[in-house]
């Protein structure tokens, strides 16, 4: 339950900071006028979340384009490469992740297909 409030804690007194953060890191871009935008995004699947550092991703509509996928925490930090290890399976791509020893936190999955950019959010409990 600790780890719960802390955790909880941490996300929200970092909101505001997290879109500067990550866009000062390159993780998501930013138009113009500085202002970075989140919405959600159904082509980019993770479950469970929150989960302890292994799920399941998919990623919808992947066509023939080359697909990179990368896992940032809170700071900006590349965590692991997923590029390599991504499994077509017809118009989709999968991964089931196992990340090594994560810490509990909010974390992010960068997904560029084409000219398209994904980011989808996830908490390791």
Known sequence: MKNWLIIWTIALLGLSLIPRQLAAQGIVSSPADGSVKAEPDAQIQIYPNPNDG????????????????????????????????LEREED?????VEM???????????????????????IIR
Do not use: C, M, N, W
């Open 54 to 85: 292994r799920f399941q991703l998919l990623i919808e509509r992947a066509g023939s384009e080359k697909v990179i996928a990368r896992i940032y925490d809170i700071t900006g930090k590349l965590i692991e490469d997923l590029s390599e290890s």
């Open 92 to 96: 989709r791509l999968s991964h089931q």
């Open 100 to 122: 090594a020893d994560p810490r509990p936190g909010i974390y992010f999955i960068r997904v560029e297909k084409g000219k398209d950019l994904h980011i989808k959010k996830f």
